[in-house]
């Protein structure tokens, strides 16, 4: 039980850029899951169309629960974004999506995708021991994530820049993401904030 804890190592306002330092630092993971984590939440009608062919089989939800209002259900999204017209799906926004997809497929398509919102692509894995900084790697907590147009892991502090974190052991690892953050000639940049 638990979660891993996430320290922020590199900070930048260029996606593809933030992108490729995560790569760098998922390159270290000495095992990594066989699926990467794709969420991304869409703004406007582009931000949607964008990300809707590039990940044509996900299923996109409303952000935040609508509510019929006779029945008191909870309504799902069953749009066709690609089809709809704009006048229609504008008042469907903002729209969520969480996707998993095996590593290496659509990755770099969804970074180029990511419009205004908030957005974030993870891959668990497991670092290596290291018996210099008396770290052992955990496969439930170990991994890799970018924040994309965000602060923290749990989406609350929308930013103008994007954030690549470690995660680490459910105690934390400072030493670690320390070391993670030399990799990329960078430091760490904050507290630990609660992950995965």
Sequence with gaps: MGNSRAYPVFRTTDAVEAWTQALRLKALLEERDDEVILMADLLTVEDARRMAAVLPEA????????????????????????????SVLEPELPLAVLHYVQPGTVEDRFVRAVGKGTASIGRHGRWPDDTETDSYGVAKYDGVEVLFNCDDVSWLQPADH?????HVGKWGDLPRAEKLAAHLGSTVLGGAQLGW
């Design 59 to 86: 299923e996109f939800d409303y952000a935040d629960p609508r509510v019929d209002p006779v029945t008191r259900d909870f309504l799902e999204f069953g749009m066709d974004i690609s089809a709809a017209e704009d």
């Design 162 to 166: 994007h954030t690549v974190f470690v």
